[in-house]
């Protein structure tokens, strides 16, 4: 009998590794020149998702970068030294704050002296339960108590207390959203490596 051939060099396995290699780069090149036309000719126009926990009191994104004066008075006026100036290539959010959990999380000091050294209204001035930078979140995969050891790191740290973080009747963490207020405390102190618990932007 005869050896049947396929046609094109596919057989019941698909097209040969090197033709799909060919056929991705292919279509992968036409993607970016589609991307690059249709960037030119219609302008994304939307907010920007936010990418870093802005200070307390922050407008949403798109009124916060375009009121913020980039002046420093807030980051001047944080004793904790929680609030830096963001570096970075994109002009638009260049030079504005921004709070780095893993380095210093915000302690939501008394009056919030950050929101009333603020000349532009970048941040408005709110009361600290008001506050919402961001929320935590919690992984048990990572938690050093899924293996057995008591920390109680993150709840300790929490200046909310209860209302934001607690642990639940098997002793798992709890993040009780109404109450979080994306300080990162729990996230800087977090001794677990990589870290179980970690603060997402708002």
Do not use: H
Request: hydrophobic share 30%; net charge positive; glycine share 10%.
């Amino acid at each position: 009998m005869p050896e049947r051939r396929g046609t094109g060099g596919e057989g019941k396995t698909g097209p040969r590794p090197d033709r799909r290699r060919f056929f991705l780069a292919g279509l992968s090149k036409a993607l970016d020149a589609f991307s690059d036309i249709a960037s030119q000719v219609y302008p994304i126009s939307i907010p920007l998702i936010r990418q870093v926990i802005r200070p307390p009191g922050a407008l949403n994104e798109q009124d916060f970068q375009r009121t913020c004066y980039r002046c420093g008075s807030c980051v001047d006026a944080c004793g904790p030294g929680a609030l830096r100036l963001l570096q970075s290539s994109d002009e638009a959010v260049s030079g504005t704050p921004f709070v780095d959990p893993d380095l210093q999380a915000c302690e939501l000091c008394e009056g919030l002296p950050c929101t009333k050294a603020c000349p532009s209204g970048a941040l408005a001035r709110i009361r600290r339960e008001k506050v919402r930078m961001g929320l935590a979140s919690w992984s048990d995969r990572r938690c050093l108590r899924t293996t057995g050891q008591e920390c109680r790191a993150c709840v300790d740290k929490c200046p909310i207390g209860l209302e934001a973080i607690r642990f639940g009747p098997q002793g798992r963490v709890e993040i009780v959203s109404a109450g979080c207020v994306g300080c990162g405390g729990c996230q800087q102190v977090c001794p677990a490596r990589p870290k179980a618990i970690r603060v997402q932007p708002l």
